[in-house]
Nanobody
């Protein structure tokens, strides 16, 4: 069974940082793209970032470029999302997901999803 475990959310003030983790099991890490998505109440799910170990490609939504950094630790089968200079508009439930192709923000393509982790940024 493929399992994705997202963690690291919390309540922070604007300008602070958080690091989210997505621990994956049951899949060959190098063969999968891991993506981060977020969904705020009443909003559509948004692709935030993704990383492909196969070709090294990454993707960032315009809203998070220069503030968020995605990385991976193969030894731990874990992908991280470092979020700096957080803004109130970053408040959402963050999900990690996996599928076996190219890095993309199209959530419908992802096969496996973890439970969400809540990020709340106060102003």
């Amino acid at each position: 069974d493929v399992q994705l475990q997202a963690s690291g959310g919390g309540l922070v003030q604007a300008g602070e940082s958080l690091r989210l983790s997505c621990a994956a099991s049951g899949l060959t890490f190098d063969d999968y793209v891991i993506g981060w998505f977020r969904q705020a109440p009443g909003e559509e799910r948004e692709g935030v970032s993704c990383i492909s170990k196969r070709d090294g490609n990454t993707y960032y939504a315009d809203s998070v470029k220069s503030r968020f950094t995605i990385s991976s630790d193969n030894s731990k089968n874990t992908v991280y999302l470092q979020m700096n200079n957080l803004k109130p508009e970053d408040t959402a439930v963050y999900y990690c997901a996996a599928y076996g192709s190219i890095c993309t923000a199209v959530s419908e393509l992802y096969d496996y999803w973890g439970q969400g982790t809540q990020v709340t940024v106060s102003s």
